[in-house]
């Protein structure tokens, strides 16, 4: 699909009825996960026109409210959507930061490649962020593990019912006030290992970020809930039950004798930007990082050996959670320590000190939005 870059400017539409102050500090005090929006969207529409020529047109950004859509609008039907997840950083001198955001917008393209989707400009993709950042920058909490959560997605709006890519799609950042993402205190989450689904195939959407995935992995997350985890675990049933990620989180293990392992990006794995920051990280601290196949046997043998001493799951929403006990079927493996583990602790702080501001940015990861 060919397509013109459209100018990043977007026009402003105010919000004439924000949530008041009062509502706006209470909903920071305690924002949870996910739950609060700001009173702003941004919004790009794009429409292949008699020519075939595709285009970006009528950037801006809105009050936040309900999309109206045709019910016939191709994303209803068949699920063409793809999705980003970021976070905005208040820094103390009062700046607003995004992390690593050139990834995100390679990321969103390359899952708009797979989804047949167009791609986005990434400097359209960067003045989104910084427009409604800069609309609604009241909302971004600054306690420990907290920012402004920024969810940058696509959608085909096009009416019709037969099997094509749309021809009319529209691109939207909403923005929601985030603190842990499993609630509370940050403490260990158990897991749940599922053998009755895979979120992901040979040749099919894993490595792209959409809806679908999530909406394949839900019945396993039940499964994992009905069984007490928070979270559930999928494998790679074609390959020895390698283990492959999280519903949305990547998963590492730290081992005895320093050793970061990670299952190898195989083409059905999320490449999560905070994985590869933290193997960047680890490898700055002078540990030894593998990306490889690791299995269930070897978690279970290496824990019970006192092998691995840590595992943990890591994404821009869950920034770096430890992981405790695995259940599964037949048994359980235990937690590999109590708590959050020393390496684990250290490389969360460290993370998060870049993204906050207050530890050197080294690699250059931080974008100023604000
Ligand atoms: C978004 C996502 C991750 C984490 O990616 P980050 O870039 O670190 O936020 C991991 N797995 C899946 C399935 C995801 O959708």
Same mark, same amino acid.
């Given at each position: 699909m060919t397509q013109t870059a459209s100018e990043p400017t977007f026009s402003r539409q105010r919000?004439?009825? #924000?949530?008041?102050s009062a509502e706006r500090e209470a909903i920071l005090a305690n924002p949870g996960f996910g739950d609060y929006f700001t009173d702003h969207t941004a919004v790009v529409d794009f429409k292949v026109d008699a020519n075939g020529e595709g285009g970006w047109s009528n950037a801006r950004i809105e009050p936040y409210g309900p999309i109206a859509m045709d019910p016939a609008a191709a994303v209803l039907h068949y699920g063409q959507e793809i999705f980003e997840g970021m976070k905005a950083y208040r820094h103390a001198d009062g700046s607003v930061w995004t992390f690593r955001a050139e990834a995100n917008a390679a990321r969103l393209n390359a899952s708009a490649r797979r989804l047949a989707l167009p791609e986005l400009p990434p400097e359209v993709f960067l003045e989104s962020l910084r427009e409604l950042v800069a609309a609604d920058q009241e909302w971004i909490p600054t306690g420990d593990g907290e920012a402004l959560y920024l969810r940058p997605f696509m959608i !085909?709006?096009? !009416? &019709?019912?037969?099997?094509? #890519? !749309?021809?009319e799609v529209s691109y939207r950042v909403i923005a929601s006030p985030a603190g842990n993402y499993f609630g509370g205190e940050l403490k260990p989450v158990s897991i749940w290992l599922t053998t009755t689904y895979a979120r992901a195939g040979e040749g099919?959407?894993?490595e792209a970020k959409c809806g679908g995935n999530y909406a394949a992995s839900l019945a396993a997350q039940m499964e994992a809930e009905a069984q007490g985890c928070k979270q559930v675990l999928f494998l790679? #049933? &074609?390959?020895?039950?390698a283990i492959e990620e999280l519903g949305g989180m990547n998963i590492f293990f730290v081992f005895k004798d320093g050793r970061l392992v990670t299952p190898a990006?195989?083409?059905?794995i999320l490449h999560g930007i905070t994985r590869s920051s933290v193997m960047q990280l680890a490898a700055d601290r002078g540990l030894q990082v593998q990306e490889r196949k690791i299995t269930i046997d070897e978690w279970r043998d290496g824990v019970a050996a006192g092998e691995i001493t840590e595992a943990f799951a890591c994404g821009t929403a869950a920034v770096i959670t430890p992981i405790g006990e695995l259940k599964m079927a037949d048994g359980v493996i235990a937690s590999p320590g109590e708590g959050i583990g020393e390496v684990t602790a250290a490389i969360r702080e460290q993370l998060l000190g870049i993204q906050t501001g207050v530890v050197e940015d080294l690699h250059g990861w931080l974008t100023r939005l604000v």
């Amino acid at each position: 699909m060919t397509q013109t870059a459209s100018e990043p400017t977007f026009s402003r539409q105010r919000n004439e009825n #924000p949530k008041s102050s009062a509502e706006r500090e209470a909903i920071l005090a305690n924002p949870g996960f996910g739950d609060y929006f700001t009173d702003h969207t941004a919004v790009v529409d794009f429409k292949v026109d008699a020519n075939g020529e595709g285009g970006w047109s009528n950037a801006r950004i809105e009050p936040y409210g309900p999309i109206a859509m045709d019910p016939a609008a191709a994303v209803l039907h068949y699920g063409q959507e793809i999705f980003e997840g970021m976070k905005a950083y208040r820094h103390a001198d009062g700046s607003v930061w995004t992390f690593r955001a050139e990834a995100n917008a390679a990321r969103l393209n390359a899952s708009a490649r797979r989804l047949a989707l167009p791609e986005l400009p990434p400097e359209v993709f960067l003045e989104s962020l910084r427009e409604l950042v800069a609309a609604d920058q009241e909302w971004i909490p600054t306690g420990d593990g907290e920012a402004l959560y920024l969810r940058p997605f696509m959608i !085909a709006t096009e !009416a &019709f019912l037969g099997v094509r #890519p !749309a021809r009319e799609v529209s691109y939207r950042v909403i923005a929601s006030p985030a603190g842990n993402y499993f609630g509370g205190e940050l403490k260990p989450v158990s897991i749940w290992l599922t053998t009755t689904y895979a979120r992901a195939g040979e040749g099919g959407t894993g490595e792209a970020k959409c809806g679908g995935n999530y909406a394949a992995s839900l019945a396993a997350q039940m499964e994992a809930e009905a069984q007490g985890c928070k979270q559930v675990l999928f494998l790679d #049933p &074609f390959n020895d039950n390698a283990i492959e990620e999280l519903g949305g989180m990547n998963i590492f293990f730290v081992f005895k004798d320093g050793r970061l392992v990670t299952p190898a990006l195989n083409g059905h794995i999320l490449h999560g930007i905070t994985r590869s920051s933290v193997m960047q990280l680890a490898a700055d601290r002078g540990l030894q990082v593998q990306e490889r196949k690791i299995t269930i046997d070897e978690w279970r043998d290496g824990v019970a050996a006192g092998e691995i001493t840590e595992a943990f799951a890591c994404g821009t929403a869950a920034v770096i959670t430890p992981i405790g006990e695995l259940k599964m079927a037949d048994g359980v493996i235990a937690s590999p320590g109590e708590g959050i583990g020393e390496v684990t602790a250290a490389i969360r702080e460290q993370l998060l000190g870049i993204q906050t501001g207050v530890v050197e940015d080294l690699h250059g990861w931080l974008t100023r939005l604000v």
